[in-house]
């Protein structure tokens, strides 16, 4: 196998790999292909197969994030940090109060590639094209949980406690724009069968959000024994 482009340069530069090291290479199928270097130059990375092994970082819990997109690059930082954590599936979408941008869903693909890469990942988590939180509504019943991020909903709202039980396959965790959802969308999800769920007494920023939410939704279904 031959290694070219970016995948030499991680290799060359990042990870100063030498001659007779041995490199994981993920397929995206769940499993990790060992091969050993055995040639360098200045184009490509030459590489024999040693062995296939499972490998032990994914999570058995399917976590799909729906991500409202945010200013700047946070919404790339989102799915960074959300690769790490384990999510399978993650979906920006735009929302009444979503300062509107040219965010480019392969630009994610990439965050949650390299990110991937770094924390030792298997299966790089499929990241959607952009869709409406008409969409995202339309989409939670495919989930055996969702949990509906409102900071509106503490006093009176759901913990994410009441509403996954630890024995869910699927669930879906929903985090909202800079400035949180509009009354008309809390509605919406209401209506829909999706009581807002309080993440605390603090407001967090939306990314610190996303972040929180899905570290505790993996403690509570056991994702982090």
């Given at each position: 196998?031959?290694?070219?482009?970016?995948?030499?340069?991680?290799?060359?530069?990042?990870?100063?790999?030498?001659?007779?090291?041995?490199?994981?290479?993920?397929?995206?199928?769940?499993?990790?292909?060992?091969?050993?270097?055995?040639?360098?130059?200045?184009t490509?990375?030459?590489?024999?197969?040693?062995?296939?092994?499972?490998?032990?970082?994914?999570?058995?819990?399917?976590?799909?994030?729906?991500?409202?997109?945010?200013?700047?690059?946070?919404?790339?930082?989102?799915?960074?940090?959300?690769?790490?954590?384990?999510?399978?599936?993650?979906?920006?979408?735009?929302?009444?109060?979503?300062?509107?941008?040219?965010?480019?869903?392969?630009?994610?693909?990439?965050?949650?590639?390299?990110?991937?890469?770094?924390?030792?990942?298997?299966?790089?988590?499929?990241?959607?094209?952009?869709k409406t939180f008409s969409d995202v509504i339309s989409e939670l019943g495919g989930y055996d949980s969702a949990v509906f991020a409102y900071e509106g909903a503490y006093g009176s709202g759901k913990r994410i406690g009441d509403v996954i039980n630890g024995t869910e396959k699927r669930v879906a965790l929903v985090i909202g724009p800079e400035g949180g959802f509009s009354e008309e969308e809390v509605n919406a999800a209401e209506k829909a069968g999706y009581e807002g769920v309080t993440l605390g007494k603090r407001i967090l920023r939306a990314e610190t959000a996303a972040i929180a939410g899905a570290a505790v939704i993996m403690q509570l279904c056991g994702e982090w024994k």
């Open positions: 196998m031959k290694l070219t482009g970016d995948e030499r340069r991680h290799l060359a530069e990042v990870l100063r790999s030498r001659v007779g090291d041995r490199v994981i290479i993920c397929p995206n199928d769940g499993k990790d292909y060992i091969y050993e270097i055995t040639a360098f130059d200045k490509a990375v030459t590489l024999d197969f040693v062995e296939c092994v499972p490998n032990p970082t994914e999570p058995d819990l399917f976590l799909c994030a729906y991500i409202a997109l945010l200013k700047g690059d946070k919404t790339e930082l989102e799915v960074q940090k959300l690769t790490e954590l384990g999510a399978r599936r993650i979906v920006p979408f735009t929302s009444d109060r979503t300062v509107k941008g040219s965010e480019k869903s392969e630009r994610l693909r990439r965050a949650a590639h390299e990110a991937s890469k770094q924390c030792g990942r298997a299966i790089i988590p499929e990241v959607s094209e952009v």
